[in-house]
């Protein structure tokens, strides 16, 4: 096949996030345009590649790279920010996507929380602010309802800006913090949720939504809730998964997901599953790239390679086994020395040990997503195999720190 028989996929991002699209395409024998305002991006470094220096959120420039290339399909990985220029590109060329109502209902909290709430679709009590005075008063009127408070930014992710609020918060540097990770100044102030966290990866075709796996989560505590570790399948009662999905399925159909993959958090409360939030793309955490094949045998990266094409993939399971996700717990300082890497490697179970941050680096208090040192990815018979072979690796590796 010459190139100019080859399908052609844009990917927007060429980050470590997106590799595994990138990989995954020309491992398909497609012709990859990859889109980064990163000249350096690890994505650039994929042999025989196109390369396009331009933001990901840089719509037109990249809708005029689209058309400059005549592209088949567009997609981006785990990462919200391009979704609004996946669906403009979409729409314009006609192809396989999401609109750009379902992009910004994707991408923003608040405007999420509306769709769902008028579609009926399980969710906490909310209010949508901007300014600190409407923010004392929505803080007061949750507390009032005998919930405890959570806020984050509207438009943002990866736990950057979350905050959940003590009876003896400062609310003054509450607000300054969460609204100085909010792109367009908006917040979420709304009920916090107890229970058990999951999250529900689906691939949608022609408006059917198929649940491909439930995740199992845990995360860091109070403030902050960055996730720490992920398990496949999740432990959760028959009746209960039943109900998760049920609800994933009319998240998705709420902000209007007809096509392609979602990624959503729930809490399981005592009211019932709750929406946290939905993405409309894989996600992170290596949960889609490497969790999902390992479970349950489906390549969830490939199959929205292939949706993006106009095209149908099998998304039937091949098998049920168990997949976990471990990052590392390290103490506060600056990085003199890691060991014990290469022997978890070689670990019963283990299939990846990543180090993210290395010697010579501070590492602080965890409060993003990217202040994690390092992480271990593991299979099993089951979740708890899987779990107990992350576990065994990350007693073999020290991170050792200098205060």
Same mark, same amino acid.
């Not at 750009?100 to 949508?128: C, H, Q, W």
């Not at 908006?186 to 999951?198: A, N, T």
């Not at 010697?359 to 899987?386: C, L, M, P, W």
């Given at each position: 096949?010459?190139?100019?028989?080859?399908?052609?996929?844009?990917?927007?991002?060429?980050?470590?996030?997106?590799?595994?699209?990138?990989?995954?395409?020309?491992?398909?024998?497609?012709?990859?345009?990859?889109?980064?305002?990163?000249?350096?991006?690890?994505?650039?470094?994929?042999?025989?590649?196109?390369?396009?220096?331009?933001?990901?959120?840089?719509?037109?420039?990249?809708?005029?790279?689209?058309?400059?290339?005549?592209?088949?399909?567009?997609?981006?990985?785990?990462?919200?920010?391009?979704?609004?220029?996946?669906?403009?590109?979409?729409?314009?060329?006609?192809?396989?996507?999401?609109?750009?109502?379902?992009?910004?209902?994707?991408?923003?909290?608040?405007?999420?929380?509306?769709?769902?709430?008028?579609?009926?679709?399980?969710?906490?009590?909310?209010?949508?602010?901007?300014?600190?005075?409407?923010?004392?008063?929505?803080?007061?009127?949750?507390?009032?309802?005998?919930?405890?408070?959570?806020?984050?930014?509207?438009?943002?992710?990866?736990?950057?800006?979350?905050?959940?609020?003590?009876?003896?918060?400062?609310?003054?540097?509450?607000?300054?913090?969460?609204?100085?990770?909010?792109?367009?100044?908006?917040?979420?102030?709304?009920?916090?949720?107890?229970?058990?966290?999951?999250?529900?990866?689906?691939?949608?075709?022609?408006?059917?939504?198929?649940?491909?796996?439930?995740?199992?989560?845990?995360?860091?505590?109070?403030?902050?809730?960055?996730?720490?570790?992920?398990?496949?399948?999740?432990?959760?009662?028959?009746? /209960?998964?039943? &109900? =998760?999905?049920? !609800?994933?399925? %009319?998240?998705? +159909? @709420?902000?209007?997901? *007809?096509?392609?993959?979602? #990624?959503?958090?729930?809490?399981?409360?005592?009211?019932?599953?709750?929406?946290?939030?939905?993405?409309?793309?894989?996600?992170?955490?290596?949960?889609?790239?490497?969790?999902?094949?390992?479970?349950?045998?489906?390549?969830?990266?490939?199959?929205?390679?292939?949706?993006?094409?106009?095209?149908?993939?099998?998304?039937?399971?091949?098998?049920?086994?168990?997949?976990?996700?471990?990052?590392?717990?390290?103490?506060?300082? /600056?990085?003199? &020395? =890691?060991?014990? !890497?290469?022997? %978890?490697?070689? +670990? @019963?179970?283990?299939? *990846?040990?990543?180090?993210? #941050?290395?010697?010579?680096?501070?590492?602080?208090?965890?409060?993003?997503?990217?202040?994690?040192?390092?992480?271990?990815?593991?299979?099993?018979?089951?979740?708890?195999?899987?779990?107990?072979?992350?576990?065994?690796?990350?007693?073999?590796?020290?991170?050792?720190?200098?205060?």
């Amino acid at each position: 096949m010459t190139n100019k028989d080859k399908k052609k996929i844009m990917i927007l991002g060429a980050s470590i996030l997106q590799l595994p699209a990138i990989e995954k395409a020309k491992e398909m024998g497609l012709e990859v345009i990859a889109v980064d305002m990163n000249p350096e991006a690890v994505g650039f470094s994929v042999p025989g590649i196109i390369k396009e220096v331009i933001s990901t959120i840089d719509t037109p420039s990249i809708l005029e790279a689209a058309k400059c290339h005549r592209i088949d399909g567009i997609m981006t990985l785990a990462s919200d920010m391009p979704m609004q220029s996946v669906a403009v590109v979409s729409h314009e060329m006609g192809l396989v996507g999401i609109s750009s109502d379902t992009a910004l209902k994707a991408t923003n909290k608040a405007f999420m929380r509306d769709a769902l709430k008028e579609n009926g679709v399980p969710i906490p009590l909310y209010y949508r602010v901007k300014g600190k005075k409407s923010f004392i008063e929505a803080v007061d009127q949750i507390r009032k309802a005998g919930y405890k408070c959570i806020v984050k930014p509207a438009d943002n992710s990866g736990s950057r800006g979350v905050d959940l609020l003590s009876p003896d918060s400062d609310l003054d540097k509450a607000y300054e913090y969460t609204v100085s990770n909010s792109r367009g100044g908006e917040i979420v102030v709304e009920e916090f949720m107890e229970g058990p966290e999951v999250s529900v990866e689906t691939l949608a075709i022609d408006g059917d939504v198929h649940v491909i796996q439930i995740t199992d989560k845990i995360t860091t505590d109070a403030p902050y809730f960055v996730e720490m570790g992920h398990s496949q399948p999740s432990k959760l009662s028959a009746e /209960i998964k039943s &109900k =998760i999905a049920e !609800v994933a399925i %009319a998240a998705n +159909m @709420a902000i209007g997901i *007809q096509n392609g993959p979602s #990624h959503t958090e729930i809490k399981v409360t005592k009211e019932g599953p709750k929406i946290v939030e939905l993405g409309a793309r894989l996600g992170g955490d290596c949960i889609t790239t490497h969790l999902v094949p390992l479970s349950t045998g489906v390549d969830m990266v490939k199959c929205s390679i292939l949706i993006a094409l106009g095209e149908r993939p099998n998304l039937e399971s091949k098998w049920d086994r168990g997949s976990a996700i471990r990052y590392f717990n390290t103490d506060i300082g /600056i990085i003199k &020395k =890691i060991t014990g !890497v290469e022997q %978890a490697k070689k +670990m @019963a179970g283990v299939t *990846q040990v990543t180090v993210v #941050h290395g010697i010579g680096e501070q590492i602080g208090q965890i409060q993003n997503s990217v202040d994690r040192v390092g992480f271990v990815i593991a299979n099993g018979r089951n979740a708890d195999d899987a779990v107990c072979n992350c576990e065994k690796a990350l007693k073999v590796i020290d991170v050792c720190v200098r205060r």
